[in-house]
């Protein structure tokens, strides 16, 4: 039996993470994977492929309409929907090859098959050809992952009803597309089927979209979208799905109850949530039980069993590549006795849309369910003079802070490549920066970051540009 000091079940971004650093501290490291290739849902069906899809879209879309004869530039683009697939195809082979690599660096021994445990210490991984290889470990790190919630009444068969993975590789552009989930997957991948030529409808439980994301930033995200002409049924649940030769057939009622009614649609994507994923892993053999929700549960990424430890989606936050890659490192170190911490509060997040949405910190709501008194500062993309010559001009940025330290709480953008620009405020708010410590700052010119200095000005009425 071999034996490491730490074995890692689950190769996405919280496993190899974990992986590398592990290797980087010399650590002895497996990490078991059983999917054929590295990386995850992130790099394999997630993250990667949906921005590939959504770059390709996006300038498929600008090429088709106004805004590249705007611009003077006449083109009539064709789409050729298997080219795109194949570029973002290889774009994904490349990424999960760069991890094959990562781990010879480290030092990390990938062991191909599924994992589970076996007792305190020991894993036993299942090759594809049904062979069993038992591994010895002082820590083991639970990294599998999650999976599409399924829907009751709307069975996904990949066919006709699909979830994100069937979304990323559909054969042909959907004359209608409806989205059942108003979240970031729906509203990504509904985005890139309407720009190459679907009629999307979105339909959603709730009365808003993106539940949990602030409320006026949501709103102005739908609005921008609904312009583009995604369709939003809120408030509104699926009862039922028919799949017919050519199609679905939805029933669905106002989720207040009342009058049913029915919608045609030639394929529906099912994006309502992820899922802890754990089948498989035998964890009663260690003691291990998930909670209602199939998630394990974690006190600084430690399970309640010593020496089993848990990061990534499969656990508790919020289900980011990013927030697992920063858990991985936690827990690794935290393996090798040196004290780390993830800084929850300061976990940014993205909707990769246009605009694109981005945030990190407390929302306005949030703030007032704590009655902790605070101000706002709003700049809007329509005075940032780099977002006006490159005609991008919706949205705006907003920093919200302490009405008595100024120190800024949240913020939050909805604007072009803001995904780009929050990270100037995680590192500002993991210094406890002051709105007035962003507003003295110089930002360089013409860019759409002085749009968020401005908006910090903001928070004491001394924005200059509005
Ligand atoms: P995963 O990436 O799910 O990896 C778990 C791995 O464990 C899988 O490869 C699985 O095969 C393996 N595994 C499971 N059980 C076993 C076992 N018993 N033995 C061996 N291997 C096992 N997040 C972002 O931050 N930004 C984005 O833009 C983004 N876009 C997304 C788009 C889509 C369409 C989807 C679906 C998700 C997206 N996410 C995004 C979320 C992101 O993919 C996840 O948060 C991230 O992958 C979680 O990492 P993880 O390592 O915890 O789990
Ligand atoms: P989500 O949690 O973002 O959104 C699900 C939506 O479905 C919510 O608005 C919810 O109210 C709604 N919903 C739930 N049940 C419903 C029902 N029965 N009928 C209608 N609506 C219903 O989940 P999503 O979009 O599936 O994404 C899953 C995870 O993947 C998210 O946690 C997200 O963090 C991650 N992800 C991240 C991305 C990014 O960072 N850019 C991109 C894509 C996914």
Not at 10 to 37: D, F, H, K, M, W
Not at 78 to 98: C, F, P, W
Not at 318 to 338: F, Q, S, T, W, Y
């Amino acid at each position: 039996m071999k034996s490491y000091d730490v074995v890692i079940i689950g190769g996405g971004p919280g496993g190899y993470n974990a992986a590398i650093r592990a290797g980087q501290l010399g650590l002895s490291v497996a990490c078991v994977e059983g999917r054929s290739t590295l990386g995850g849902t992130c790099l394999n069906v997630g993250c990667m492929p949906s921005k590939a899809l959504l770059h390709a879209s996006e300038l498929y879309e600008a090429a088709s309409g106004d805004e590249f004869a705007h611009l003077g530039i006449e083109v009539k683009p064709t789409l050729n929907l298997a080219q795109m697939m194949k570029q973002k195809d290889e774009s994904v082979t490349g990424l999960t090859k760069g991890i094959e690599y990562l781990f010879r660096k480290n030092k990390v021994d990938w062991i191909k098959g599924w994992g589970r445990l076996d007792g305190v210490g020991k894993v036993i991984v299942k090759a594809e050809d049904g062979s069993e290889t038992a591994l010895q470990a002082k820590d083991i790190v639970i990294a599998t992952g999650s999976e599409p919630t399924p829907l009751p009444g709307v069975t996904i068969d990949n066919q006709r009803i699909i979830d994100s993975t069937g979304a990323l590789a559909l054969p042909q552009v959907p004359k209608h597309l409806v989205v059942i989930g108003a979240g970031v997957i729906g509203l990504e991948l509904g985005s890139v089927w309407r720009r190459l030529g679907a009629q999307v409808t979105v339909i959603e439980y709730l009365d808003r979209i993106c539940p949990g994301i602030d409320e006026e930033t949501a709103k102005t995200l739908q609005k921008a979208l609904t312009k583009q002409g995604m369709a939003f049924k809120l408030g509104s649940k699926v009862t039922q799905a028919k799949t017919e030769a050519e199609g679905v057939s939805l029933t669905l009622e106002p989720a207040a109850g009342g009058a049913a009614e029915t919608l045609q649609a030639d394929y529906v994507l099912v994006a309502i949530g992820r899922r802890p994923y754990t089948k498989g892993l035998n964890l009663e053999s260690v003691g291990l039980e998930t909670d209602k929700r199939g998630m394990l549960s974690n006190e600084h990424h430690r399970t309640s069993v010593p020496g089993v430890w848990v990061i990534g989606d499969v656990t508790s936050g919020p289900m980011l590549a990013h927030k697992a890659e920063d858990e991985a490192v936690a827990c690794i170190e935290r393996i090798a006795g040196k004290p780390h911490e993830v800084n929850y509060n300061l976990i940014p997040g993205v909707i990769y849309t246009r605009p694109e949405l981005a945030t990190v910190g407390k929302t306005e709501e949030q703030l007032k369910a704590e009655g902790r008194a605070y101000k706002v500062g709003k700049f809007p993309f329509t005075a940032n003079s780099r977002a006006k010559i490159n005609h991008e001009t919706e949205g705006f940025a907003k920093v919200i802070a302490d009405a008595n330290t100024d120190e800024v709480l949240g913020v939050h953008l909805v604007g072009p490549s803001v995904s780009e620009m929050i990270g100037e405020f995680c590192v500002a708010m993991e210094f406890a920066a002051s709105a007035e410590d962003i507003a003295l700052i110089c930002h360089p010119h013409p860019t759409r970051s002085e749009a968020l200095r401005q908006a910090a000005m903001n928070v004491h009425g001394m924005a200059m540009q509005i």
